[in-house]
């Protein structure tokens, strides 16, 4: 069985990584939107300044959905001088300047039971304090939870405390989405689809949730792992729910639709749409791009063009510390055989999100593109430990190219043993065993692929 070149397997998962970066770019958004009902109460407390500023340095949200949000809980600091400059540097417009200054909420006094001893029912004791326990967190203050540290790149503990949240309250699809939303920026797609599914099961309408599951689908598709058309029965509900927009987000989201559907000019006019509304709404821009060059009869080896590049640098230059800005330019100057300069731009978006799986994914790339294999080794193994487990076969394959077939072929091992249906890892291990001389092992390796090729 003959393996694809490097360059080949690292055109695959194009579609999957256009879906996977505009998750981050969505993290305030996202999450804003598919816990409307839970966290847009104006019960909930109100926003804290941090919130803000980390939000408004992630970018994909207009001014006018942060102003409904801040009218709607409140700020609880005072906006001084320092405040005020501290938020424009992160992006706030004078709209939601202005928000803030109108909606600042004085902290009330929390009721609070102090603990007194019981009656002593004996002369003897010395010590019958018994203090009220500290009430457990609801299941809306776990997923609340869970949503700030998935907005702050801390996938594991944003599933750990979503987990929670769906153990005290099993019909949350808001806990679903969160969850499912921090297995798929893992890449632990199979986890991803299960808990979206879930959460569309919970609430049908959930349009973010199918996009998502969309893009999970895509993600198992490059694998070889999915029928395509589940993710096209997503991308026709999206399209379905989504049916006259008002907001930037729901352009953007059908814009997002059609360009997985072809549709190039409907795309590229919602898109359009979603910009005017939110000039900094940095995934419109990103998939304008893509858009645009499809529709030009572009492919990956003219990624680099004019349009794309533009589009990120003016995204770039609206905020420099938009996040996925750097990663989408990268990924055009990539494609744009334009390597160092990649590499650069994925640095930066470590440098801003050092928990941020696919930009390690993305450097290791380039880095094995231009036969750095010890950095691509080094950036994979990040990844890994950030728990992707795809990119063992990645690793392997770096070892492999650096003539370490050892180390290659203990990560094809480990690959196989998360993934053995899948019929890559076996050929894969079976040219490595073949370097070693160990060619029983190797034809035994090439059988299993070939009966797994033949299941498909």
Not at 155 to 167: F, K, P, R, S, V
Not at 298 to 304: A, E, R, V, Y
């Amino acid at each position: 069985m003959k393996l694809p070149d490097e360059t080949q397997a690292m055109r695959k998962p194009f579609r999957l990584i256009v879906g996977l970066l505009s998750l981050l770019l969505m993290l305030w958004l996202a999450a804003g939107f598919a816990m409307t009902h839970e966290l847009g109460r104006s019960q909930q407390r109100p926003l804290r300044k941090d919130q803000l500023i980390q939000a408004l340095r992630i970018g994909g949200v207009s001014s006018g959905e942060y102003v409904a949000r801040i009218h709607a809980r409140g700020v609880d600091f005072e906006l001084t001088q320092a405040n005020e400059k501290e938020l424009r540097a992160a992006g706030a417009s004078s709209a939601v300047i202005e928000a803030i200054r109108a909606n600042y909420r004085q902290p009330t006094p929390r009721q609070t039971t102090i603990p007194v001893p019981k009656p002593s029912n004996t002369a003897n004791s010395t010590n019958n304090t018994n203090p009220i326990p500290a009430a457990k967190p609801s299941a809306k203050e776990l997923i609340q939870r869970s949503y700030n540290l998935w907005r702050a790149c801390d996938y594991d503990q944003a599933i750990n405390l979503a987990t929670e949240g769906i153990n005290a309250e099993s019909r949350s699809a808001e806990g679903y989405t969160i969850r499912g939303a921090a297995y798929l920026f893992k890449l632990e797609l199979a986890s991803a689809i299960s808990d979206l599914s879930e959460a569309i099961r919970l609430q049908p309408d959930n349009a973010l949730a199918l996009r998502w599951r969309a893009m999970a689908y895509q993600g198992r598709l490059s694998q070889g792992d999915s029928s395509p058309s589940l993710g096209k029965k997503d991308v026709e509900s999206v399209l379905q729910l989504i049916v006259n927009p008002k907001e930037a987000w729901e352009y953007e989201a059908r814009g997002y639709a059609h360009f997985e559907k072809e549709e190039y000019d409907l795309a590229i006019s919602d898109l359009d749409e979603a910009i005017r509304l939110d000039p900094q709404y940095l995934s419109a821009y990103v998939i304008r791009g893509a858009t645009r060059n499809w529709k030009l009869g572009g492919s990956l080896d003219n990624l680099s063009s004019d349009i794309g590049i533009k589009d990120m640098s003016e995204a770039i230059q609206r905020n420099p510390k938009l996040i996925g800005g750097y990663f989408y330019r990268g990924l055009y100057l990539f494609y744009g055989n334009r390597k160092e300069a990649s590499i650069a731009d994925f640095s930066e978006a470590i440098r801003l999100s050092p928990k941020g799986i696919i930009a390690y994914s993305l450097r290791g790339l380039a880095y094995d593109s231009q036969k750095q294999y010890d950095l691509a080794i080094k950036d994979y193994s990040e990844v890994i430990g950030l728990g992707a487990r795809t990119y063992f076969r990645w690793r392997a394959q770096a070892y492999s190219s650096k003539g370490d077939y050892e180390s290659a072929l203990r990560d094809y091992t480990e690959y196989i043993n998360y993934y053995p249906e899948d019929s890559s890892g076996y050929a894969s291990r079976a040219e490595v065993y073949r370097k070693l001389g160990r060619t029983a092992q190797a034809e035994a390796d090439k059988k299993k692929a070939d009966e797994l090729n033949k299941k498909k």
